[in-house]
């Protein structure tokens, strides 16, 4: 049953997710410029980003639809709704019932959707390349998606994310072969699908690389800080799930508070990691062609693939 | 006084739809006596007949007799659980087709609106009967009404060349497939003569000859559907026939195929075989992503539907190949849920398909124009077609909170049980195969994308859509009913589920209803919450809550200012409607990436051209693998034959006096 500390902390989660992702962006911002030996921005700079956009008019392009005005905000609403189902600090989410792992995928596609469209709306030259090339990376990072998260349904018996979770936790630590591959498979997937090194840069200025920064050329004001908010739950989320899926450990079982409390810390912890090791990876790849995208994102789907093999034909007795 | 059972209302209504089409013929000429008033008319017939069959759901099947057809031959009928869900999809999504096209229709070229107005409602007359059909030949007469009827409203604009070429294949495909069908009912009577359908119940067939008949049932009914290879006529006849036909034709009448597949492989056939399933799968899967790549490189609007109609056919197909592997194996429950996948897909996509057709049959009126080349823009003229069509175009590319995905979640959620199969490949390659389920999937996200972004969205390519109106109110009605119908059957999977439930416990002997009524209505959990669950209600709220609250806080916190201004486009000067991406461009990289699946003809601009163009011209494989050959084949036969003709009369005489004598040598007895 729906408890209220169970709400309380869904509340949290939501909440946490809103005042943490703008500073995970800042913190692989700051990691990233270490790497390339750069005088690092503040770490708050998204906070100030947001603020001044938040502050600013919003300025529309006269071919704008109201298409374009509200998909900022359903973006939003999705990037939202995906990080109160994925179990940060806690399994016990009262919304994690409410979309499993297959309507996660359904959300960052109905997001990812909303973006194209929005990118194609004013008619501009960049716009529709983007969303072209967004629409592109997204079919062939779902199926990889998927087969990632098939094999990990197998093994936890079930599609919600907090039962694969809670099943994946309380096993005993030994590496699984299916689990690695289905790690580095979501790993190439996750780089894919938050627009990062090397399949996009998110801090180009070459109009023609771009993929995600050419779909919101047009927006600004508070549309501009709303993307730039979801993008950077977009990264949470990921990062989120990964550590979940993967690193387990720590993730508070229920409605323990001690353990809830415990989780805190550990969930930065791993976060500032990952983050690091995301800054790493951007720096020490170059960004690859777009025709070399499919390349890319088979190899992950290849070798998610292979983890649901291993995982049927020497696992299927674990 | 006897009450009317379900069975006769259904046979009213088929009359009264009769008699609609044919008040149609008092006043032929009469455009707004027939639009105005027969074809609300017949959507209130629709109407009756949806609820008579929501109503009738879960009841115990009834029969009736009609004392028409040949002597000692009559007419069974039965309504069943499977007819009825079938039933109620043809009703309730004929409801939201019939009142669009009261407004749609007009004055006009080609046939005059009387007639037009008695083939769509013996199309819609005869779907019914053969829904209700309950022998092979009661079966056969409604199916070859419901091809001809189809074949005339087809060919409504028939003084088109290409039109009257598109009916042509259309009719020879739909009877390549229902002479497959009469054999595969003449293989299940198995020699006994009986032609009824409880007869063939009654039928212990052989393996083998069980597994001819449901080759021939899938092939018949295959060509009907649009499984490859006997998809083609779907994208000619498609983009020829009006809009409400076209959305009719998508939306019910393909489902009926689905109807004759279910009803011979579960219902007239006992024996299962699990290759069978496997047959069914692979068929699916060669159509669906045959069909959804076609439908991104195509620029006709009408023609990416169609395409993307066979797609979603061949999920369909999937589903039901998923469910005889599962049948076969005695695996009832897992069954159950890929057979509600499938009835589910059918009805969603029965709505949403009609919506979007529809949808181009409005702006097809405002602007004359099917081919995306020269649309764009439109959501400022057409806001109402344009939010619309964006309900369409979210269920049809299986996103969450549409109906569209509430199947393909279904569907998934059956993939992922498949391991437990007790055969050795089996559980090894069918979870694979959910790959390529769900790469369609998203390959149907880019489709839909490029359908919207090129016709609704972007800059107006040519001038004359300026002066482009929205859809009149019936038009406005009509689709918003199935926006209506395809938003509550995304939400309400649960409510929809028990009801059709029937219809999957008639087949399968198993259902899900048990596990749906322990949860809330608001909850899909098919097995156990804890195993998988969607709450699209819960799902729709969160986002709708923080959609509005997200606003409002904005807006309070900040400001709502907004100014407008010329695009920036990273301060480009020339932006003219140009400069977007054309069709072609945005199913670039799909042409790249799959290039062996398409074939090709492409003109490149060089430097030396006085006046560049590029063009692309994008052709089936299977015109000239296999249809291309056959016809010619066919054609130098007939050459050989012609030699025989004389054209005098006594050398026709000598050859039957030659066959009389050869026959006399032969067949002595």
Known sequence: MISISGLLGQAFAILLALVLAPLLSGWVGQCRAWFQSRTAPPLLLPYYMLQKLFRKDVVLAHGASSLFRVAPFVIFGCMVLACAIIPSLSTDLPLAPAADALALVGVFGLARVFISLAAMDVGTSFGSLGGRREMLIGFLAEPALLMVIFTLAMTAQSTSVATIVETLAHRELVIYPSLAFAGIAFTFVSFAENARVPVDNPATHLELTMIHEAMILEYSGRHLALIEWAASLKLYAYSCLGLALFFPWGIAPGDNFLALVAAIPLLLLKLAIGGFLLAGIETVNAKMRIFRAPEFLGTAFMLAVLGLLVRLLLESKV | MTSLLPIDILLIAACAWLAVGLLGLVAPRNTRFISKTLFPLGAAIGM???????????????????????????????????????????????????????????????????????????????????????????????????????????????????????????????????????????????????????????????????????????????????????????????????????????????????????????????????????????????????????????????????????????????????????????????????????????????????????????????????????????????????????????????????????????????????????????????????????????????????????????????????????????????????????????????????RIDAATRQLLGAGLGDKLHEQGWWMLAPISPERASYEPMIFLVTIAATLLLGRWLVRHLYHGRVRRTAAWDCGYYFQGPRAQDTAEGFSQPIRRIFEPMFRMERHFPTARDAQPYYSVKVEDHFWHWLYLPVANAVGRVSTLIVALQGGRIAVYLMYSFITLLVLLLVARP
């Not at chain 2, 800059?459 to 009149?472: N, V």
């Open chain 2, 48 to 498: 009756v007949a949806g609820f008579v069959a929501l109503d009738s759901l879960g009841g115990p099947a009834q029969t009736a007799v009609l004392v028409i057809g040949l002597p000692d031959l009559p007419f069974h009928l039965r309504l069943d659980n499977l007819s009825a869900v079938f039933v109620l999809l043809l009703g309730f999504v004929s409801v939201g087709i019939s009142i669009f096209a009261a407004g749609y229709f007009r004055k006009g070229e080609g046939t005059a609106p009387g007639l037009l107005c008695l083939e769509y409602h013996v199309f819609l007359a005869s779907m019914l009967m053969v829904l209700l059909a309950d022998d092979a030949y009661a079966f056969m007469v409604a199916w070859e009404t419901m091809a001809l009827s189809s074949f005339f409203l087809v060919t409504t604009d028939h003084r088109h060349e290409e039109i009257r070429r598109a009916g042509f294949l259309y009719l020879l495909i739909a009877h390549v497939g229902a002479i497959a069908i009469l054999l595969s009912f003449g293989v299940m009577t198995g020699g006994a003569g009986d032609y009824s359908f409880a007869g063939m119940r009654a039928q212990e067939l052989s393996p083998f000859w069980a597994s001819v008949a449901f080759l021939l049932a899938l092939a018949g009914f295959g060509a009907k559907a649009g499984l490859v290879p006997l998809h083609v006529w779907l994208p000619e006849a498609h983009p020829a026939a009006p809009s409400p036909v076209s959305a009719m034709m998508s939306g019910v009448m393909l489902k009926t195929a689905i109807y004759g597949l279910l009803r011979v492989s579960f219902d007239l056939l006992h024996t299962t075989i699990w290759w069978w399933g496997v047959v069914a799968l692979t068929v699916g899967l060669i159509t669906a992503l045959f069909g959804v790549l076609y439908s991104t490189v195509q620029n006709d609007m009408k023609r990416l539907l169609a395409y993307s109609s066979i797609e979603n056919i061949g999920l369909i197909a999937v589903g039901i190949g998923l469910t005889l592997i599962f049948h076969a194996y005695r695996m009832e429950g897992l069954a159950a849920l890929a057979m509600t996948a499938v009835l589910y897909h059918c009805l969603a996509h029965s709505a949403f398909k009609s919506l979007l057709f529809l949808c181009t049959g409005s702006v097809l009126h405002a602007t004359k124009e099917r081919s995306l080349g020269k649309l764009g823009g439109l959501i400022h003229r057409m806001p109402w077609v344009a939010w619309l069509a964006l309900a369409g175009v979210i269920a049809s590319a299986g996103l969450p909170p549409l109906s569209g995905f509430v199947s393909e979640w279904l569907l998934l959620q059956s993939f992922l049980f498949s391991p437990g199969l007790p055969h050795p490949w089996l559980n090894m390659v069918v979870p694979v195969a959910a790959a390529l389920v769900v790469l369609v999937a998203a390959l149907a996200g880019f489709a839909m994308v490029k359908f919207y972004a090129i016709i609704f969205l972007g800059q107006m390519r040519e001038p004359g859509l300026k002066d482009a109106h929205d859809a009149g109110t019936w038009e406005k009605v009509g689709l918003a009913w199935l926006a209506l119908i395809t938003l509550l059957l995304g939400i309400l999977p649960s409510t929809v589920i028990s």
